[in-house]
């Protein structure tokens, strides 16, 4: 039994002194003290003073040991150095492309959740929705005119292409300016509201929110904004603000997809003639596609590797990747004809170009810029990839769920609305849950943009998570309606966004790479509290500096990995009791306490995946993809706790605050858990089951019940369902396919009395509903049903009978007249 008690007690002080981070010394005190207790006697009820001997010494061993190393030059020869000349052959190797899109972005709460403590504070910190004045007036003026100007069907169908009159309005009222300083002609506006006007937008037309987030995103407006020459912010600035220049920006080429960086579109430093005058220039020659607004764009943005064979600009050879702004009637720029996007109306299209002589001044920021771009381009992505594809699929989602919580309200079978049966209504709480975790995460991720952060590791997840998970709700959305979603016209309010979701998935990084790659491996390399300063030092070509910064990250590093393992057993097996939750969150501490724990647990096996994997974490993506949806699921959990907050907790949010928080504490096991028993390393596979289920698996997804309560909530008009929707384009207009829900639902709503009553009298035979018949008046004849409500039956039945029709057209209405068969744009251009 002592023994027992001395062993736990020693367990005990050791886990104390890991949690801690305790220096070495302290080490060594413990392993002295636990090999004097036990050598004393003391735990055999008597005491004497060890006087060891023969093996007996070996009890001492450890605390000799720590005690050795706690001395920093015996530590460094013995241990830091080979450590040192180790960690150089197993570090993941970093590519200078690589090397600058890690070097580009900032790091902020992602670093809290790597670092197994995050401080609540911080992300309390990070302000809520906050709006200036024109802002606010901007959101609920010009983008509310925009929202009813837009006929999506006519878009998307009857137009193929962005009707004039809606170029007219944005251009008029800045819409493409948005991220343009008021200095230079633009709307200077902050990333929230940037976000929430793409979102309005976004949930009327997905076509037009291109034509809107393209200029406001990652191109030449930004690039122009940031690396720009006085002479070009002058000149391009305003006229980029106004719409008097359309931008496009050219990366992608067809064999640099993905790994854009391995471009052929090469420059060629030369001199040639311009403007009669003999001058320093770039010959270029490129292949580019898939060009978002290149059809009509009057500024070609265009990244190509640059090269100087004579060394005319005195850099060497191989200056790297830089960035020209091109007008695109410039000589020798093609502009080819339109891809077709998932049938997007919105312009796309091929650019290319032959030995095109350009001028030095055409480059963005001019001749001091060149090699620099793709450090630009990694640092503007940083921050746009936060904003414009989680706004659009934020406001996507919060959309799904308002049209179709009203038509499975509004549609009946077997006598019931479709909402209430149990299998749409699971649908529809997946729908609640999205809407509510996407905007909670949009939400704070702005926010955090608004105040200067260019955070590229959430903004990977966030693009990769809200875009699958619109995906979803797209698909649940159409599930529910059923053949009313899938016959398209243009009553068919959901058509457009289940064909444009693959565009999200796709741009701005591919989802599979971006969940595999960018979140966590490159992600753990950046927000991991000690792994990047240690590459960072043994890449230093100044050895002696290096090995000093590695010696300080590497002993950290050592004390942080010995409290992830204290730390996560000890909050494992504690449930979470002891873990962090920020003062006065209430109802919400326990969901703070086990996000905390979870927090525990990824950074345990972050840090074990980092150390062992090393080099292997690019190729280990069924791990690393797994570990992505970790962080995923505790960032975006922590977000809803914050917008729970922030929004003042209302109380009738506290169930989908609940069931969000349990979904993702479960999803982040599953995750979690998959990982751990795919692991490739016996032995840590091992151990980190005993570490981070020490007890089983704690988390269940939310039950049923709870599920049930959500979705009825979303279905009823009133505050939640709006707060679950809100900063979207609300349509109340009857003649819009959208407004036409909003009010039929009222009406259904307020005809539910007299429909009960009406179908007691069917069920009891008083009157027969067939076609023919007009049994609302027979009910009133019978007495059922009284007059006025016998009036608003027949006004919910036509309201419903339009909700519920879909379209039909002659052959020739839906004969597409825009093709030639057997062309494309190469084939084209030559031929003419
Ligand atoms: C409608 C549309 C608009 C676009 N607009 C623009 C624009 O304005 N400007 C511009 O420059 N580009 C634009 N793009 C290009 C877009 O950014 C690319 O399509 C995207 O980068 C993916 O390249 P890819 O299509 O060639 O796919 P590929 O690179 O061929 O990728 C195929 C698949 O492999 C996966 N994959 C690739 N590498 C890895 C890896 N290492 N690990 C795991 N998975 C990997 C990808 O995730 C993807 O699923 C647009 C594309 C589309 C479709």
Not at 493 to 505: E, F, K, N, R, T
Request: glycine letters at 10%.
């Amino acid at each position: 039994m002592a023994t027992l008690v001395f062993l736990l007690l020693l367990l005990g002080g050791a886990m104390a002194l890991a949690m801690r981070e305790a220096p070495l010394w302290l080490w060594s005190v413990l392993a002295a003290a636990a090999a004097f207790v036990w050598q004393s006697s003391l735990l055999h009820g008597g005491f004497h003073v060890p006087s060891p001997s023969g093996l007996q010494w070996l009890g001492w061993l450890p605390a000799v040991a720590l005690a050795v190393l706690s001395v920093p030059g015996i530590r460094r020869s013995l241990v830091v150095e080979p450590a040192f000349r180790m960690v150089k052959g197993i570090l993941p190797k970093v590519s200078d492309t690589e090397q600058q899109a890690l070097d580009a972005g900032t790091v902020g709460f992602d670093a809290e959740l790597f670092s197994g403590r995050p401080d609540w504070g911080k992300l309390r910190a990070v302000p809520g929705i906050v709006l200036t004045a024109e802002e606010q007036a901007f959101l609920d003026g010009p983008t509310e005119d925009l929202c009813r100007l837009i006929d999506d069907w006519h878009v998307r169908h009857n137009r193929k292409e962005i009707p004039a009159e809606i170029w007219d309005f944005v251009k008029t009222h800045g819409f493409l300016g948005m991220l343009i300083s008021k200095e230079h002609g633009g709307l200077g506006f902050s990333a929230q509201a940037q976000s929430l006007i793409l979102g309005k937008v976004a949930s009327r037309s997905p076509d037009v929110v291109t034509i809107v987030m393209v200029p406001n995103s990652l191109g030449p407006g930004e690039l122009i904004e940031k690396y720009g020459t006085e002479e070009q912010k002058h000149h391009f600035l305003p006229r980029l603000a106004k719409g008097l220049e359309v931008p496009c920006f050219s990366l992608t080429g067809p064999t640099s997809g993905s790994d854009a960086a391995t471009m052929r579109d090469i420059g060629q430093v030369v001199r040639g003639t311009w403007n009669g005058a003999e001058t320093l220039g770039i010959k270029l020659s490129w292949d580019k596609r898939y060009i978002t607004l290149g059809p009509n764009a009057t500024l070609v943005g265009l990244a190509f590797r640059l090269f100087d064979p004579d060394n005319l600009l005195g850099r060497g050879e191989d200056i790297g990747i830089t960035v020209a702004l091109i007008p695109s009637d410039h000589p020798g720029v093609n502009i080819g004809r339109r891809h077709l996007p998932s049938g997007a109306a919105f312009p796309n299209g091929p650019n290319w170009g032959t030995d095109v002589f350009i001028p030095m001044d055409m480059i963005i920021g001019g001749e001091k810029m060149v090699g620099q771009g793709w450090r630009m381009l990694m640092e503007c992505l940083a921050a746009g990839r936060a904003i414009s594809l989680p706004s659009s699929s934020t406001s996507g989602a919060k959309a799904m769920l308002r049209f179709t919580t009203a038509y499975s309200r509004i549609r009946k079978q077997f006598g019931l609305p479709v909402g209430r049966m149990e299998g749409i209504e699971e649908a529809i709480t997946r729908m609640v849950e999205t809407a509510y975790v996407n905007e909670a995460a949009r939400a704070a991720t702005a926010a955090m943009v608004s105040r200067g952060e260019k955070p590229s590791v959430i903004s990977a997840l966030m693009k990769y998570q809200t875009t699958e998970r619109l995906r979803r709700s797209i698909n649940d959305a159409m599930d529910i309606h059923g053949g009313r979603a899938i016959c398209d016209g243009p009553s068919n309010y959901l058509q457009s966004a289940y064909q444009m979701i693959p565009v999200g998935i796709t741009v701005e990084g591919a989802n599979i790479l971006t969940r595999t790659l960018i979140t966590f491996a490159q992600g753990a390399l950046r927000s991991h509290p000690y792994l990047y300063k240690e590459v960072q030092a043994v890449q230093n070509p100044d050895t002696r500096a290096g090995l000093a910064a590695f010696e300080q990250a590497f002993c950290g590093h050592i004390a942080f990995s010995a409290s992830n393992v204290a730390g996560a057993f000890f909050h494992n097996i504690t449930g979470g009791l002891f873990a962090s939750a920020p003062e006065n969150a209430n109802l919400t501490a326990e969901w703070y306490r086990q996000l905390w724990r979870a927090s525990r647990n990824f950074a345990l096996v972050a840090d074990l995946t980092v150390a062992l994997l090393g080099g292997g974490l690019k190729t280990k993506q069924k791990i690393t993809g797994r570990m992505a949806d970790a962080l995923s699921e505790l960032y975006m959990t922590a977000c809803v706790l914050k917008r729970y907050e922030d929004d003042g907790k209302p109380a009738g949010d506290r169930h989908i605050v609940e069931l969000a928080a349990r979904n993702g504490l479960h999803r982040f096991q599953e995750a979690i858990g998959g990982a751990i028993d795919n692991f490739p390393v016996a032995w840590a596979r091992v151990a980190m089951r005993v570490l981070v289920f020490p007890l089983g698996r704690p988390y269940k997804p939310a039950s049923d019940n709870l599920g049930a309560q959500v979705a009825r909530l979303a279905m009823e008009p009133g505050d939640v369902r709006d707060r679950l929707t809100r900063h979207i384009f609300v349509s109340h207009d009857v003649n819009d396919a959208t407004g036409l829900l909003e009010v039929t639902l009222k009406k259904v709503i307020a005809s539910e009395e007299a429909e009960k009553k009406l179908e007691r009298a069917i069920r009891l035979g008083t009157v027969r509903r067939y076609h023919g018949i007009d049994w609302i008046g027979d009910a009133v004849k019978a007495g059922a049903i009284t007059e006025a409500e016998g009036k608003l039956l027949r006004e919910v039945e036509e309201l419903t009978a339009r909700v519920i029709a879909v379209d039909h057209f002659s052959p020739d209405e839906v004969r597409p007249h825009y093709m030639t068969p057997g062309h494309n744009a190469r084939q084209a251009s030559a031929a003419e």
